[in-house]
């Protein structure tokens, strides 16, 4: 069983929709959850981390965690052309400095004008 | 602030050629970068944690004869392909943490790597 999985999708929404995408892991030691987004022939760029279970906002961005069903989310609200990319979920354990991340597969979404 | 370039973004060589790929953390230092490997439509791929000042920590499966990798600074990691094939043609992506903590990782823009 993969640490992470991820939905790679692909996902096609109208534009101004929201947009769910979602990962569960196995491990219960994860503390520390990122999403990333990867424009296609580029490196991931961090949206959002959040520590432990709850909710964090950024504009259109929301991040949910639940730690007791082992299940994260983004949510995109008003999705935009701009947001089509792919979408990681990482997850550490500690903080650390040295520590690697574990990543989803992504999910791939396409917003249509 | 927390920039990382990555160079060269695309190169193209023959079979049987040494490439080395950079990566700078351009706005704060990192005692610690990693290297990844993304083949198409597929997930990051962790190659080696490149540690400033000593040896690099390979996953399993990878040749650290093959890929080598120095972090000669708090600010730099190069990975060296050797003797390239075309088997090893992919894009490979490095990423830093900074050294004060408190941050994720940030990605550099990624090398696409293709072997004739």
């Known amino acids: 069983q993969k640490e992470v999985e991820q939905d790679p999708g692909p996902l096609s929404v109208p534009e101004g929709a929201i947009v769910s995408l979602n990962c569960t892991y196995s491990?219960?030691?994860?503390?520390?959850f990122m999403w990333y987004r990867q424009y296609s022939r580029k490196g991931p760029e961090l949206l959002m981390y959040?520590?432990?279970?709850g909710n964090k906002e950024d504009g259109r961005f929301t991040a949910q965690v639940d730690k007791s069903s082992k299940y994260i989310s983004l949510f995109i609200r008003d999705s935009q052309p701009s947001d089509s990319a792919t979408y990681l979920c990482?997850?550490?354990?500690?903080?650390?400095?040295?520590?690697?991340?574990?990543f989803g597969t992504g999910t791939s979404l396409t917003v249509i004008p | 602030g927390a920039v990382v370039s990555q160079h060269p973004s695309w190169v193209i060589c023959k079979s049987g050629t040494s490439v080395k790929i950079e990566c700078r953390s351009l706005?704060?230092?990192?005692?610690?970068m990693f290297w990844y490997r993304q083949f198409p439509k597929q997930s990051l791929m962790l190659m080696a944690t490149?540690?400033?000042?000593?040896?690099?920590?390979?996953e399993q499966g990878v040749e650290k004869d093959k890929f080598l990798i120095n972090h000669a600074s708090l600010t730099l990691s190069t990975l060296t392909v050797t003797s390239a094939h075309p088997e090893d043609s992919s894009f490979y992506i490095c990423?830093?943490?900074?050294?004060?903590?408190?941050?994720?990782?940030?990605f550099g823009d990624g090398t696409r790597l293709s072997i004739l």
């Open positions: 990482a997850m550490s354990a500690v903080w650390n400095t040295g520590n690697q991340f574990y």
């Open positions: 990423s830093a943490r900074n050294r004060g903590g408190g941050q994720p990782q940030h």
């Open positions: 706005d704060f230092q990192a005692t610690t």
């Open positions: 490149s540690n400033e000042g000593s040896k690099a920590t390979y």
């Open positions: 959040t520590y432990s279970s």
């Open positions: 491990n219960s030691a994860f503390q520390y």
